[in-house]
């Protein structure tokens, strides 16, 4: 069974940065991209990033192209989102997201059944 765990959230203030962590255990299609997602009050998740587990190729929300990259330490199971110069409207809980057998593409959730519990990101102006 796939388990995912993130962490690295928090409160910070606009311009600061954060990078998440997100460490899985399981047997994944390492072939496949895994994704972050994120998750606004009263909003759907919305697709972030996703990097290919084992070829490294990242992929990327269009608005998030420029201040967020995705990376994965194999070594250590663990992928990763650096986030840059974040902006209030970046406040949201943040999932990371491993595929499945019916994976259709790297944006839809619908691709991922697997997923961590989340990490609340805060961000104040």
């Known amino acids: 069974q796939v388990q995912l765990v993130e962490s690295g959230g928090g409160l910070v203030q606009a311009g600061d940065s954060l990078k998440l962590s997100c460490v899985v255990s399981g047997r994944i299609f390492s072939n496949l991209a895994m994704g972050w997602f994120r998750q606004s009050p009263g909003k759907e998740r919305d697709f972030v990033a996703a990097i290919n587990w084992s070829g490294g190729r990242t992929f990327y929300a269009n608005s998030k192209k420029g201040r967020f990259t995705v990376s994965r330490d194999n070594t250590k199971n663990t992928m990763y989102l650096q986030m840059n110069s974040l902006k209030p409207e970046d406040t949201a809980v943040y999932y990371c997201?491993?595929?499945?057998?019916?994976?259709?593409?790297?944006?839809?959730?619908?691709?991922?059944?697997?997923w961590g519990q989340g990490t609340q990101v805060t961000v104040s102006s």
């Open positions: 997201a491993a595929p499945g057998q019916n994976y259709r593409a790297y944006d839809d959730t619908s691709s991922y059944p697997y």
